[in-house]
Nanobody
Framework: QVQLVESGGGLVQAGGSLRLSCAAS????????LGWFRQAPGKEREFVAT????????YYADSVKGRFTISRDNAKNTVYLQMNSLKPEDTAVYYC?????????????????WGQGTQVTVSS
């Protein structure tokens, strides 16, 4: 049983920063790709960022490129999302997810395990 637990969400003013963390347990964390997704009210879940098992390969949604950074610490079984220059349109519930494979993916359907989500609210 894989468990993913997100933390670090909250309320921040536009232009501010937050760092989300996702702690994993239940299997060998370092073998698998991870991703961050988000879902705003009334919208579908959308891709934010993904990172390969080694951390050497990362991809971002165009809407967050240059502002968000995904990273991982395999020794701590944790993946991070550093979010800078936040905008009101970044407001959403943010989810981390784990694949059963080492390669990255943009698609939610390619991820097998999900956290419960953490709320990020950006005020204007």
């Amino acid at each position: 049983q894989v468990q993913l637990v997100e933390s670090g969400g909250g309320l921040v003013q536009a232009g501010g920063s937050l760092r989300l963390s996702c702690a994993a347990s239940g299997r060998t964390f370092s073998n698998y790709a991870l991703g961050w997704f988000r879902q705003a009210p009334g919208k579908e879940r959308e891709f934010v960022a993904t990172i390969s098992w080694s951390g050497r390969t990362t991809y971002y949604a165009d809407s967050v490129k240059g502002r968000f950074t995904i990273s991982r610490d395999n020794a701590k079984n944790t993946v991070y999302l550093q979010m800078n220059s936040l905008k009101p349109e970044d407001t959403a519930v943010y989810y981390c997810a784990s694949r059963k494979y080492s390669s990255t993916s943009y698609y939610p359907a390619d991820y097998d395990y999900w956290g419960q989500g953490t709320q990020v609210t950006v005020s204007s």
